[in-house]
C-alpha cells in the first residue's frame, strides 16, 4: 500500500493526468444538461399548405410532442419553411398539403392515384434524414389503415349499408392494441429502459477515457524508466508493471463508476464493481503489451491517437460499428461494453486477462535473452 501511495502521489502531480480526471464529471454534466434540453440530432420544420385541414394540424401537433432524437419546429408558412432549410437553421421540412385528408382517401381508394400526401424539402439526402422518415410514415399509418378499413367497409363489405363516420370509428377503435407490440429486452433478460439519446454513448465515451488513462501511464513510465526512476524496482516483473499502471487507472476507473451512479446507465453495483475490476486488468494488460511492443515514448505516443481512434470506430459506442472481431477482440473496451448486458463477455475478459498475462510475461523474457545475447 505504501509503494501504491507513492506511485499515485507522483501521478497526481502530473498536470495530464489531472486534466484527464477532470473531463469524466465534466463529461457527464454536458451530457445531463444536453439531455435536459429541447435538441435533437436532427431539426425537421413542419408546415401546412393551410390550416384549414383537421388531419394535417393534428399530424404535425403530434409530431411537435414526441420525444424522439428529431427536434420539430413549426412554422408558420411553406416559404418560411423553405427558407429555414436554405439558411441552414433546419435539415428538412415537411410540408403538408392543405386537402391532407382527401388525399388519403384518393390514395386509398383509387390504386392508381399517386398523388402526393408530403412534401419533404432537404439540402442534401444522408442517413438520418432517411431514417426520420419512418417517423412520418409511422405518424400517418393510422391515417392510411383508417382510410382502407371505411373504404372496404363502405363499397367493399357492406356497399348498401349507410353507416355514419361514428359506427365505422366505433368498430375501427375496437381493434386498437394498446399495449406494445414489441418488448426490448438484452442478452441478460433486463428489460430495455427509456433512455436520452445524448446519453447513450456516456458509457462507450468513458471507457475510452480508461483505455487512455492506461495508454497515458504507460507513457509515464517510459518516462520515469529514462529517469532511471526505477532503478530500485523489479521492472521486469510483470505484476510491478501492472500495479505501476493499476494505481492511476483505479483513480479513473473510481472516477467513472461515480459518473456512472449519477446518470442512468448505471446497473448494480456488484456487477459495474466486477466489470470495472476486470476492466482495470484488462487495459494495463493491453498498455503494458503496447509498451514493451513500442519501446519508446515517441512511438508510443503517436500510437496511441491511432489506437484510440480504432476503439472509437470499432467498438460499440455510437453503433454497433463495422464487425471486425480480429480487431475487436484485441480491445478491452470492446468486452467491456459487450459484457455489461452479456454475461457470456465476462468469460471472454477473464480468458483475455490471462492471456495478456502470459503475453506479457513472454515479452520479457524475449527482451531478457536479447539483451544477454548482446552482451
Known sequence: MKWFYLLNKRLLKKISFLILLGCIPLLVIGVNLMSGQDSGMLRIVLAGEGREDELAVRVMEELKEQDSMIQFLMADSVREAEDMVARGQADGAWVFREDLQERIEEYTADGWKREPVVTVVEREDNVLLQMSREKLLGVLYDSFTYSIYRHYVTVELLPKEQLSEEVLLEHYLKTDVENDLLELKYLDGTTVGHTSYFALPLRGMLALAVALCGLACSLY????????????????????????????????????????????????????????????????????????????????????????????????????????????????????????????????????????????YLLIRLHARHWRSRK
Open 221 to 360: 513510465y517510459l518516462q520515469e524508466e529514462a529517469r532511471g526512476t526505477f532503478v530500485w524496482f523489479p521492472v521486469k516483473s510483470v505484476i510491478w508493471n501492472w500495479a505501476y499502471l493499476l494505481t492511476g487507472l483505479v483513480d479513473v476507473g473510481l472516477a467513472v463508476l461515480a459518473a456512472l451512479a449519477l446518470s442512468d446507465r448505471f446497473t448494480t453495483w456488484w456487477m459495474e464493481l466486477l466489470l470495472m475490476a476486470l476492466f482495470l486488468l484488462m487495459t494495463a494488460g493491453f498498455s503494458d503489451v503496447l509498451r514493451r511492443i513500442c519501446g519508446s515514448v515517441n512511438r508510443l505516443g503517436a500510437l496511441i491517437p491511432v489506437v484510440l481512434l480504432v476503439m472509437l470506430g470499432v467498438c460499440p459506442i455510437f453503433t454497433n460499428g463495422p464487425q471486425l472481431p480480429a480487431v475487436q477482440l484485441l480491445l478491452p473496451p470492446y468486452y467491456y461494453l459487450k459484457a455489461v448486458h452479456g454475461n457470456v463477455y465476462l468469460i471472454g475478459m477473464v480468458v483475455y486477462i490471462i492471456l495478456i498475462f502470459l503475453i506479457d
